[in-house]
């Protein structure tokens, strides 16, 4: 089991949408077995895949469950794709972990999600914009890292934060790799361009060379089911496609 992880501290760039086309593309077009977990309170992601629990096992659960608990956790969706979906209770999850100094705060998902390594291809990570416990234990039992960017004036904004964050894992682990970044939402603009060199010259960032572009089919698809099955044939589920062909190949 790969871990492939969507990551930013910053909100609104695409994280959610593109774990949940990534997670939907590998199923479908690669016949890959994904579990996609969710560590936003927010719980979009368990949503829009009908997995979401007020009361069930949560990630909020694999943060201070002290047995293994993780097989509980796991919802199965209409849409081939396992979910260990999120909700409220990772704020007292979060709290109750930096309390507890008897057991290793950082290594709680990387021993829960140990046991499910064998019957998954992937496991795809959503992350909040949040820096939290939930986030440190996602990275330390992440293999790859993609950035979403959504290329606007705000672009560069914390950049290097995320980036200082993913140094910061490999003292736990330090195989984690950031694959890269992808434009999220584009419009086609000079601008664009400017911003992307900006990036790549200022913090190092590798940009893949396909951007997601912008349409109204996301917006609408969160009323219906996961994007990539409400607008399949979308520019922007074209773009994904494109994107993780581009991102199999890097490996
Ligand atoms: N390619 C796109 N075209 C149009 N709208 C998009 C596209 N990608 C994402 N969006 C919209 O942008 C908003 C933010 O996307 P998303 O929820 O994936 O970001 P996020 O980084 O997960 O946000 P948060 O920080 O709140 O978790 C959503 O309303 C989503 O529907
Ligand atoms: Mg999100």
Same mark, same amino acid.
């Given at each position: ?42 719980? =979009? ?14 990630? @909020? ?5 002290? /047995? ?63 820096? =939290? ?41 330090? =195989? ?13 603009? =000079? ?42 044939? /979308? *520019? @922007? ?11 199999? *190949?890097?490996?």
């Amino acid at each position: 089991m790969k871990v492939l992880s969507f990551f930013s501290i910053k909100g609104g760039v695409g994280k959610s949408v593109s774990s949940m086309a990534f997670a939907q593309i590998l199923h479908d077009d690669y016949g890959k077995r994904i579990l996609l977990v969710d560590i936003d309170k927010q719980a =979009n992601t368990s949503k829009t895949f009908g997995c979401y629990t007020p009361d069930g096992f949560t990630s @909020a659960d694999l943060l201070t469950a002290k /047995s293994l608990i993780a097989d509980k956790a796991i919802r199965h969706s209409d849409y081939g794709i396992d979910v260990i979906p999120a909700n409220f209770e990772l704020i007292r999850a979060n709290k109750e972990v930096l309390l507890d100094t008897l057991h290793p705060q950082q290594l709680r998902f990387k021993r829960q999600l140990a046991p499910l390594r064998d019957r998954y291809d992937y496991c795809i990570i959503d992350y909040p914009i949040d820096d =939290n416990m939930a986030v440190i234990n996602a990275l330390v039992v992440t293999d790859e890292v993609l950035i979403p960017i959504k290329m606007d004036r705000y672009a560069l904004d914390g950049m290097e934060y995320v980036i200082e964050t993913i140094e910061g894992i490999k003292e736990f682990n330090p =195989n984690i790799q950031l694959k890269g970044c992808f434009a999220t939402m584009y419009v086609r603009s =000079n601008l664009y361009k400017e911003g992307m060199s900006a990036l790549e010259t200022s913090l190092g960032l590798k940009f893949l060379k396909t951007p997601i572009r912008q349409t109204v089919k996301v917006g609408e698809s969160t009323f219906e089911k996961p994007f990539i099955r409400y607008s399949p044939t /979308s *520019s @922007a589920a074209e773009d994904y496609r494109k994107l993780v062909a581009e991102y199999l *190949s890097l490996e």
